[in-house]
């Protein structure tokens, strides 16, 4: 009986707790006083325990939230070993790999699939059939595609710093939302800073000065912060300049104090030890511990309790230390409204209210499609043999073992359907088209579905989970994903592509790959050359789509794809100016940066300026008039690159400063204009620790891609 008394006691007090109104959620409150009121409350165990990804004070009545992948799509359920298992497993909407989103050069699409991943994590983290999803989604991956090698290539939006910065920012914005005072969740970036090698990461440094930390490396994740909005990212696994960058001075120094972030600082998996283990950077847990909040972390993803609790008592750390720790973690729940009384956050009606699941909803498929659609790049088209003519085709050999499934990769959720490149083609043609299919040629198969047939569509490409080998493993040699880097970038099944390019000339190749190939006999030869990246549950209608002519293809290429191997720098070496990237490297390159063709033609004219000079604070525009001059509506992506020439510091050959995605039906002109703003044009002073921009000449280039340059002229920088 005494016992059960206790227990009575217990539940009323837990219940008069989270029913009684603190300080901390009167909304009329400034938002400092909110935060410092709520940790003023908290025991030292609740404040530990904010440390964690689970951010909670449930006897305050603080319920928190907890994190999640979303990189293309929210990666609820899926094949990674922490995605959600059993009775409250999901579907979630699968789009394109962040690399083929990316390859849409189209910030308004960026901010759309953001926004509705935000809606369906909010969906499952609300409505009570699930009610187990996190509002911290770990995205974008802000960190740079400087090496097509890079097993992780297939997560970044690309080698160029001004457009994944745009692009980074656009998806922040989505994923955060509109609302002035709410965000729909918390974009946490990943993964801070120059995490570009899967081999040796956790302890291999990446070695750069500080030009390029401003100009390259840390470039879009401080776009991200100051123009996106995001207040969180993810500390890399290696060091930077010898330093780990779990404890790197510019976590404080710089994204802190200088950007003004103020949240989410967080390990990544495993790397707390690795201070210990790999990196050999510390003795002890307790000083790692220690060192890791002075540095500015302020969420574990692993185990870290006991470190912190021994730091505390050998006073390495104080109290005062962890309540500034956790406080950007208890703004980020103010800013998605847990800490607010019910009725005032905008988004708490998503799965409460509106109880339809987002991923059933035909407006999911529509955004998947059009994406898919828009991401697709038209390498080659010699003849033209594309767009194919359903009315003239009677019969297709559609090959390769990319034809016929839509591969998941580690951080995709598990999609509600998928449409395969070989599915998609016969939605399109129907049964008044005779489909042959081989996956391989064994037995001659693929030789003879191509002969016999009026065209042959060839698709090959990489298995991002590598056909399911153990961690760190590829299947060839071509492949990469987390924790190994490719050892090389020749494809394995271009052997495949020339048996059927014999057999039938009119051959189509679809490369369906989370990164570049060197295929320079399949380009030599091969009539047309299509890529679209991994994974979207609308691969095989959107690729479909654009081989008919549904829709002209305006994808952009993202990344350079080289001819050969020997033309890329060391993958350590993190030194861009020495070859790598458009901007530094002077080899012809297979494919260049920006490139993609469309099913019609453009003239561009009539380049003007509406000033011939600009400031650090001030813009110029650039005009030109766009005419469609071929028989498709289509749209266009119109690129402007600078020069710095007579500079008197070492500059790129050209860099990306500004860019449009044009709609024109058949005949139709515009005139289109490009914003330079002066601050884009302006180098590091290392001297000064400041932006500044040299006086001098400022080379402009507009074009269809970094080296398809069609008008040029010049401002004066001042």
């Keep these: 009986m005494r016992k059960f008394a206790i227990f009575l006691i217990f539940v009323s007090f837990s219940a008069a707790s989270i029913s009684q109104t603190y300080p901390f959620q009167d909304r009329s409150r400034p938002e400092d006083e909110r935060i410092r009121n709520l940790i003023s409350l908290m025991t030292l165990d609740e404040k530990l325990q904010c440390l964690s990804t689970r951010i909670s004070v449930p006897r305050l009545g603080v319920q928190g939230t907890r994190t999640i992948e979303g990189l293309h799509g929210l990666a609820y359920s899926g094949p990674a070993n922490w995605a959600v ?69 297939e997560e970044c939006f690309g080698e160029d710093p001004f457009l994944n910065g745009t692009l980074v920012t656009a998806f922040v914005r989505g994923l955060q939302g509109d609302n002035p005072d709410y965000w729909k969740t918390a974009s946490l970036m990943k993964h801070f800073l120059a995490n570009s090698n899967e081999n040796n990461r956790s302890y291999n440094s990446s070695d750069f000065d500080d030009r390029l930390f401003r100009e390259y490396y840390s470039y ?58 790999t990196h050999a950077y510390y003795s002890s847990p307790d000083t790692a511990a220690a060192e890791c909040i002075k540095a500015g972390i302020t969420v574990f993803l692993d185990n870290y309790m006991a470190a ?57 498929r529509e955004l998947a499609l059009e994406v898919t659609r828009k991401s697709v790049v038209l390498m080659k088209n010699e003849g033209p043999i594309l767009p194919l003519n359903k009315g003239s085709v009677k019969s297709i050999a559609v090959i390769g073992p990319s034809a016929n499934k839509v591969i998941s990769d580690w951080y995709s959720g598990t999609p509600p359907y998928s449409v395969s490149i070989l599915e998609g083609i016969r939605n399109y043609v129907g049964d008044d088209v005779k489909i042959r299919f081989a996956m391989s040629n064994k037995a001659d198969s693929a030789v003879i579905a191509a002969r016999e047939s009026d065209v042959a569509i060839v698709c090959v490409g990489n298995h991002p989970l590598s056909y399911g080998l153990d961690w760190g493993q590829n299947h060839v040699p071509s492949d990469g994903r987390e924790d190994v880097d490719r050892q090389a970038i020749a494809l394995e099944q271009e052997d ?64 350079t794809w080289s001819v050969s191997i020997d ?133 402009i280039m507009i074009g269809s891609s970094s080296a398809d340059i069609k008008l040029k002229g010049e401002i004066i920088s001042r």
């Design 496 to 559: 495949l592509v020339k048996l059927v390019y014999k057999a039938n000339p009119g051959t189509v190749l679809v490369v369906v790959s989370s990164f570049p190939y060197s295929i320079g006999w399949s380009k030599e030869n091969i009539p047309a050359i299509l890529h679209v990246s991994q994974s979207s549950q609308e691969l095989g209608n959107g690729v479909a789509d654009i081989l008919f002519g549904k829709e002209s293809p305006s994808g952009r290429l993202v990344q």
């Design 220 to 277: 879009a994740f401080w776009k991200g912060v100051t123009e996106g909005g995001s207040q969180c990212y993810m500390a890399a696994y290696n060091k930077y300049n010898g330093i780990p960058c779990t404890v790197h001075p510019v976590i404080r120094d710089v994204t802190m104090n200088d950007w003004g972030l103020r949240g989410i600082v967080c390990t990544d998996g495993g790397a707390f030890g690795q201070l210990m283990s």
């Design 308 to 364: 912190i609790k021994g730091a505390l008592s050998k006073n390495l750390v104080s109290e005062k230390e962890i309540d500034e720790a956790i406080y950007g973690n208890l703004r980020m729940l103010l800013k998605l409204g847990l800490l607010d009384p019910p009725g005032n956050d905008p988004y708490a009606g998503i799965g409460v209210t509106d109880t339809i699941a987002p991923w059933t909803k035909p407006e999911a």
């Design 567 to 699: 033309h890329l720098p060391p993958i350590l070496d993190y030194n861009i100016r020495n070859g790598r990237t458009y901007m530094y490297d002077k080899h012809e390159p297979l494919f260049p940066f920006g490139h993609g063709l469309n099913y019609t033609t453009f003239r561009y004219s009539g380049l003007k300026t509406d000033s011939r000079t600009i400031s650090m604070g001030g813009q110029v525009n650039v005009s030109f008039s766009l005419q469609n001059t071929g028989s498709f509506d289509s749209d266009e992506v119109a690129q402007l690159y600078v020069s710095f020439p007579g500079s008197a510091i070492e500059r790129p050959l050209k860099a990306l400063k500004g860019f449009v995605r044009v709609n024109l039906k058949k005949g139709e002109s515009k005139t289109v204009t490009i914003p330079l703003k002066g601050s884009d044009l302006a180098y590091w002073n290392t001297d000064k620790g400041e932006w500044a921009l040299e006086p001098g000449k400022i080379g």
């Design 85 to 153: 298992k059993g009775p409250r497993a999901s579907p979630t909407t699968t789009f394109p790999q962040a690399i083929g989103l990316a390859q849409m050069w189209d910030p308004v699409m960026m901010k759309k699939v953001a926004d509705w991943q935000a809606t369906e994590a909010r969906y499952l983290a609300q409505n009570k059939r699930f009610g187990t999803s996190g509002l911290v989604v770990f995205a974008p991956n802000a960190d740079m595609g400087r090496d097509i090698r890079w097993g992780r290539t």
